[in-house]
């Protein structure tokens, strides 16, 4: 029923409107003529779109258009005269002796870890010296160990090595045998471990279970950290009193 008042009112005001003398008929839109011929445009194009179209089109062709040989000709001149710059500019550059960044930022890191990559183990190479009794404290990350001749120890995978790299572990801060006992402030200068990176493996899987009462919540996750074992090869920067070198 409110359908049909509401409809009924609407003709009812169209109707008067349509009858009072001051209704005028709509004027019919001027018709412009085409702008553009041979075009696939099917809606038409206003003189200002025009405009931009035609500059757009002239700006991508002026960009494209080299057909003159001269013009070539003086591109690859100035392109081979910008390669020769590159070249000497990379020559200078390594002959100033500027280091790769790459390089130093891995350097970087690894010195704030507490060790330093050497290179790799040559197969020739015998890196493993007689066991001496002297221990030392190193310190790898956050974490501390106490080492000697030819243990081996496991640490938090460590970056920019690969098997068989030897390392210097440099953050010392105790060194020690039979006869003394040298105590860092917190690291010893003049004292260096060697050691050898023997492989990187996974520790086993530890559960982590997360539970919250009367929510329905339950999670279960595993990891395994990424460790890497070395091989401590020598320790350097204690001697050996010369009457126990005497009475051996």
């Not at 062709?61 to 001149?77: L, N, P, Q, W």
């Not at 974490?143 to 938090?156: C, L, M, P, R």
């Not at 493996?201 to 070395?230: C, P, S, W």
Request: charged content about 30%; some cysteine; hydrophobic content about 35%.
């Amino acid at each position: 029923m409110a359908s049909r008042r509401c409809f009924g009112a609407l003709t009812r005001h169209c109707r008067s409107l349509l009858l009072s003398p001051t209704f005028k008929t709509p004027t019919p839109a001027p018709s412009f003529p085409p702008l553009l011929k041979n075009s696939n445009f099917t809606s038409p194009i206003r003189p200002r779109q025009l405009e931009r179209f035609d500059r757009l089109r002239f700006e991508v062709v002026r960009g494209f258009s080299s057909t003159t040989s001269a013009s070539s000709d003086d591109e690859e001149g100035d392109r081979e005269e910008s390669d020769d710059g590159d070249e000497e500019g990379e020559v200078s550059g390594a002959a100033d002796g500027f280091p790769d960044r790459r390089r130093l930022m891995r350097e970087a890191a690894a010195t704030e870890i507490g060790y330093k990559v050497v290179g790799p183990l040559d197969p020739s190479e015998q890196p493993f010296v007689p066991y001496e009794p002297v221990f030392a404290v190193v310190q790898i990350g956050s974490h501390q160990f106490k080492v000697s001749n030819g243990d081996a120890i496991y640490t938090e995978r460590l970056k920019f090595c690969e098997v068989n790299d030897k390392l210097i572990l440099n953050k010392v801060l105790m060194l020690g045998s039979r006869t003394q006992t040298i105590i860092g402030r917190p690291i010893l200068p003049d004292v260096a471990v060697h050691a050898v990176v023997e492989e990187h493996a996974l520790d086993g899987k530890v559960i982590i279970f997360k539970k919250k009462r009367r929510k329905n919540y339950r999670r279960t996750k595993g990891h395994r950290q990424e460790l890497t074992k070395l091989r401590i090869t020598n320790i350097q920067g204690i001697e050996e009193p010369q009457g126990a070198a005497v009475a051996a």
